[in-house]
């Protein structure tokens, strides 16, 4: 007995789907680049310098008295 393969013929693609790819593509390139200068940028900066220097004062005087 013979066997048969039967293969379709391929189907063109008319929508226009390909626009989706890109626009995902670039929202993702985007959210990347915000991760980047969030968290990278900061980092490096604090490796290759002194970083942030935070001055407090040893006691804070919380009792305010105001005039009447």
Excluded: H
């Amino acid at each position: 007995m013979a066997t048969t393969i039967v293969n379709p013929a391929p189907i063109a693609n008319t929508s226009n789907d390909s626009w989706m790819g890109f626009l995902l593509g670039a929202i993702v390139l985007l959210v990347l680049v915000a991760l980047f200068f969030v968290y990278a940028v900061p980092m490096i900066r604090g490796i290759s310098g002194k970083g942030i220097q935070v001055n407090l004062p040893k006691s804070v005087n919380v009792n305010v008295q105001q005039a009447k």
